[in-house]
């Protein structure tokens, strides 16, 4: 599983110009999904990314975590990280999961963030989105579960 994650002001996806999930401070989550992952992938990566020290204190350092701010998440689906561009000019999907898999762990990451009392927002799986955000840094990382 791969996250490319956004520290962010503010940030929304909308689906056919309808506004389908919107945050505040938090992080903007794409989440990316293989043919090997597994639901402990998506634990593993969540983890990460709750406790990850990317928001400033007082003294501007980087000490809290998204739960440190009472942050939210907006996580949107995106096949396009599993894209292998080293041969050819079209990009290869071969390695990111079938849609039935993909969408499972999408909705099991986006789950146990909930029962972890994590505010989440979502984009559409499967559905053309645009996401528009503040990146606050920037601060743009990218995570993965293997």
Known sequence: ???VI???KESAV???GRMVGRIGRGILVLLGVSRDDTPRDAEYLLDKIRY????EDEAGKMNRSLLDIS??????SQFTLYGDC???RRPSFAQAAPPEKAEALYDHFISTAHAHGIPVETGRFRAMMDVSLVNDGPMTLILESR
């Open 52 to 55: 990850l020290r990317i928001f």
């Open 71 to 76: 942050g939210a998440l907006l996580v949107v």
């Open 86 to 88: 080293r041969k050819g």
């Open 1 to 3: 599983m791969k996250a």
């Open 6 to 8: 956004q520290r962010v």
């Open 14 to 16: 909308s689906v056919e």
